[in-house]
């Protein structure tokens, strides 16, 4: 069993940014998109025309200042490797204490379709909020051959939430 991270947040939070469950490197390093051929902080940093940190205090100082929080869906799970799709007997993080106790988070953004599909599976039902927009956006993961301009682009929408 692998276990994710707690969450990057705080009471001035407008948005969260879900992924599915942190990957080798990022376990190895317990850091948020360690893997450097993720394009995560590369687009985070770059929605607001700076050039990504190099130190991860530095990067959760940053997200926190534009009001975005960062968690996955699953608190833990069976995974060997990084892939989402070799994902076994999920838990989902407790997602309705994070939205109770973080009533600003008004916008829910997936890494990915996969973090959206199992949140669907596992949560959504649970969480009472009827205020929440969900949005997928493409993976910043490497095994989504998508182009680091075609992504970025489609994330943009997530400064219409700020």
């Known amino acids: 069993m692998i276990y994710s991270f707690e969450p990057i947040v705080d009471e001035n939070c407008k948005i969260i940014i879900l992924g599915t469950m942190p990957g080798v490197q990022s376990l190895m390093k317990q850091e948020y998109y360690a893997n450097?051929?993720?394009a995560?902080?590369?687009?985070?940093f770059s929605l607001f025309g700076e050039e990504p940190a190099s130190d991860y205090n530095e990067k959760k100082k940053f997200i926190l200042?534009?009001?975005i929080a960062l968690w996955d869906v699953l608190e833990a799970c069976d995974r060997e490797g990084?892939?989402?799709?070799?994902?076994?007997n999920p838990k989902p993080n407790d997602f309705v204490s994070l939205f109770n106790k973080y009533t600003g988070i008004k916008s829910v953004y997936f890494n990915g379709s996969p973090a959206e599909t199992l949140f669907k599976r596992y949560v959504k039902a649970k969480i009472e909020r009827n205020d929440l927009k969900y949005h997928r956006l493409p993976s910043t993961s490497p095994t989504y051959t998508v182009g680091f301009a075609e992504k970025f682009n489609k994330?943009?929408?997530v400064l219409e939430e700020l």
């Open 36 to 38: 450097k051929q993720n």
């Open 40 to 44: 995560f902080w590369r687009i985070i």
């Open 65 to 67: 200042k534009h009001h």
């Open 82 to 88: 990084s892939l989402d799709s070799d994902i076994k």
């Open 155 to 157: 994330w943009k929408v």
